[in-house]
């Protein structure tokens, strides 16, 4: 059953958004969160500052091959070195979004386009061997696409992309956000980016910011936190999304951790 989450909110009296009415002031202290957690140095960014990348026209295969289309953490490559068939493996990309490879050791792969990662990967492999030509391509997409719905909602999982367009759609399909949510302070954990995006719904819904209704990705996490009575919303959620980045957790480590129930 489809909540039309929208329209209900916009009727909600704002006595049940008491919590987190203030919602310009001190939910995202930068300070305090980096210095208990230096692993999301520079991950962190607000949707209104928030550039997105392009998108694939059409068609999951298409953009695989897109020369623009950048490298997410779950992603299989398939590399190749001419004249060196020794070379040519077929390799995931790492929770820290690095990759192991001969002649050129642990090399970061995640956010990066393939034209940007076969331009780097030549200069590498051109230490070892005479002018080397390096071919990337995805070989299989991260078997994590689609969106993750976790915290205070009806439903927490996986969503298809087609049903979670945008955070409003993905909460339509969650079922609503509970009246425990913090609206103000929603993320979005974006692996493929490397970025953690703050989200103030509260202001999409009370004033139709259309940037704080972020246009989600295949792979995003939508993380709806509790408006903790005696903390600030996120306490709980920092440590594990520093740990996937860092390498510690994988896509489904980070959405079990992040999953309240």
């Known amino acids: 059953k489809v909540v039309l989450f929208s329209k209900a909110m916009k009727r909600l009296p704002l006595l049940l958004l008491a919590g987190c009415s203030s919602f310009s002031v001190g939910l995202y202290d930068e300070p305090a969160v980096l210095a208990r957690h230096p692993g999301l140095r520079g991950l962190i960014v607000p949707a209104e500052s928030y550039v997105p990348e392009k998108t694939p026209d059409s068609g999951q295969e298409r953009w695989n091959s897109r020369a623009d289309r950048r490298i997410s953490v779950g992603d299989r490559l398939r590399g190749s070195v001419q004249d060196h068939p020794e070379l040519d493996r077929t390799v995931p990309v790492a929770p820290d979004g690095k990759v192991d490879l001969p002649h050129v050791g642990r090399i970061a792969m995640a956010g990066r386009t393939l034209v940007e990662l076969a331009a780097d990967l030549t200069v590498q492999f051109g230490k070892s061997f005479q002018n080397p ?6 070989a299989e997409a991260d078997p994590a696409s689609g969106v993750h719905v976790v915290g205070m909602t009806n439903f927490e ?9 945008d955070i409003q759609t993905a909460l339509n399909m969650a079922g609503g956000a509970s009246t425990l949510a913090c609206l103000p302070q929603f993320l979005v954990v974006r692996p493929g980016q490397r970025r953690v995006i703050l989200c103030n719904y509260y202001a999409f819904i009370r004033s139709d910011d259309k940037k704080q ?3 989600l990705r295949p792979g995003d996490v939508l993380v709806v936190p509790e408006n ?3 903390s600030t ?10 740990q996937f980045f860092k390498g510690s957790l994988d896509h489904a480590g980070l959405v079990k951790a992040l999953k309240t129930r």
């Open 133 to 138: 030509h390096v071919e990337i391509a995805v």
């Open 157 to 165: 999982g996986r969503l298809e992309i087609e049903q979670a367009q």
């Open 213 to 215: 209704n972020l246009a």
């Open 228 to 230: 903790y009575p005696e």
């Open 233 to 242: 919303p996120c306490a709980r959620e920092w440590a594990p999304i520093e």
